[in-house]
């Protein structure tokens, strides 16, 4: 039996959007990792923009990891425990 304070999920035009996008990476990216062409992943497209493999002065590359990092922080606290939430 349900409690009375428990809502119902029920989805909005924005969680179909969002199962819709994560639907589209999969396939996107799925596709790109049997294709095995060098550039097609999501990962390869990340450190192109980060000029991961690339020479860059130790400045750029400090100021690339950073922000690298600080989002990667953000995001794993922002989903898995719920941190920096507007709510």
């Known amino acids: 039996m349900r409690e009375q304070d428990e809502e119902e999920f ?4 924005f969680t179909w ?3 819709l996008w994560i639907v589209f990476f999969l396939l996107v990216e799925g596709y790109a990792l049997l294709r095995k062409r060098k550039g097609d992943t999501f ?3 990340w450190w ?8 860059v002065p130790k400045s750029i590359r400090l100021v690339l990891v950073v922000l690298q990092l600080a989002f990667g922080t953000w995001l794993v606290g922002h989903l898995a425990f719920g ?3 507007t709510e």
């Open 83 to 85: 941190w920096w939430a």
């Open 17 to 19: 959007a969002w199962a």
């Open 10 to 13: 029920r989805p909005s035009a």
């Open 48 to 55: 192109t923009l980060f000029h991961v493999h690339s020479k």
């Open 43 to 45: 990962s390869e497209h």
